[in-house]
């Protein structure tokens, strides 16, 4: 447990070293500005209206996304490209564990500095309309997306170094065109397994519809579909390990 302790600090202070961090936490302050600015001289209901039309899809289009990419693909892929997964998988750890923790480490990092980029635009909203009741909804939806999104990415850095471009594409153009254009395909996108759980915990307006597109509001289904989505990253980056053992030896 030690050594497994041992790889979640490291690969935390990794993820959240250097200039990554400002950047990061400097894109997590525009939901926030965003908030600010456009909700001026706006009466409490109509603040609350603008916090679902700006501030949280910038959130869940833009900050989440860019976030777990940065992290999440680099949490494998790092040490891949650096030569430093053969020093890691010399632990004498199971190979799920290894990649148990540094996933761990990775969607700390990066639901860290989203959920504190919510809760800045919640207390903007609650500042403008003395109603804060968004911010521990916005938290957990943001914790379960974020889950989603890092063992995505983390994989995908594994597998290739082109990661971060391959993400970009998945998040502008997948994400942020096509499926909502063809609402059928909510189910491949990744940001509404978080906003499925965050709509049933808030009356959001009726026009939040069209972002969910055909999926339902229900927190449980979205913690399962992230825990799942989790599992089968971890199962394979963890299979992938121990297939380079075989061919080591």
Known sequence: MRGV?????????QAVGGKRIIALGLVGLIPAIVMWLASQHL???AAFQRFHEAPMPILFLMVL???????GSGAM????RDGTLSFLLLRPIPRWMIVAAKFFA???????????????A?????ARSGDYGTIGPVVISVAI??????????????????????GLVYVFIWESSITFAAPALANASLFRIGLTAYASMVAVPSDFDEVLGNLAPGTWGAVAKAVGITGLAVWALASMLRRRDTVSE
């Open 65 to 71: 996304p860019i976030c777990a990419l940065v992290i």
């Open 43 to 45: 009466t409490e209901r």
């Open 106 to 120: 990775a969607w700390l990092a990066a639901t860290g500095i989203v959920a504190l980029s919510g809760i800045a």
């Open 77 to 80: 892929g790092d040490e891949r």
């Open 145 to 166: 997306s974020t889950a989603a999104y890092v063992a995505v990415f983390m994989l995908l850095g594994h597998l290739t170094s082109r990661a971060v471009l391959i």
């Open 122 to 126: 919640s207390v903007a909203l609650g």
């Open 5 to 13: 302790l041992s790889i979640v600090r490291v690969s935390l202070r």
